[in-house]
């Protein structure tokens, strides 16, 4: 039953990570537009992804804790299974003839690896500090 919770728990942080992913996408693809704040993207990415970090390091620090197998679940099932099941299926609800769809799919390939060194980088010292299930 424990570790039921513990592989739970684990997925529902990379459901998350997925989603916050999927959410930063369209607000950096809302700043590309020319008329917007385009000379400012960079700034953008980069404090989204400083965003995404901390968010990594708070959940990481108080829902799993110091434990090494749940960062590498967290991790693993989110770069390969919940990040690109998310990105299709947002890839589809745009359809492929409109700018937003190519404005999101070019910040999704330019900005992935950003985010996956962020959100790796946030976990790892949210293991170093964590407080959570090691605790309990």
């Not at 400083?50 to 620090?61: D, K, N, P, V």
């Not at 992935?112 to 959570?132: C, D, K, N, Q």
Request: charged residues 10%; contains cysteine; aromatic residues 18%.
């Amino acid at each position: 039953m424990n570790w039921i919770k513990f592989l739970l728990r684990t997925q529902v942080m990379a459901i998350i990570f997925g989603v916050f992913r999927i959410l930063c996408l369209h607000i950096l693809a809302f700043f590309d537009q020319p008329e917007r704040a385009l000379q400012y993207i960079n700034w953008f990415v980069y404090g989204l992804a400083i965003l995404f970090g901390i968010l990594a390091f708070l959940m990481t620090r108080y829902f799993i804790g110091r434990s090494w197998i749940a960062v590498l679940l967290v991790l693993i099932s989110y770069l390969i299974i919940y990040q690109p099941i998310l990105l299709n299926v947002q890839r589809t609800i745009l359809h492929q003839s409109t700018g937003d769809y190519q404005v999101i799919n070019f910040l999704a390939i330019s900005t992935g690896l950003v985010y996956f060194v962020i959100l790796a980088f946030g976990m790892v010292l949210g293991y170093w500090f964590g407080l959570g299930a090691a605790k309990r």
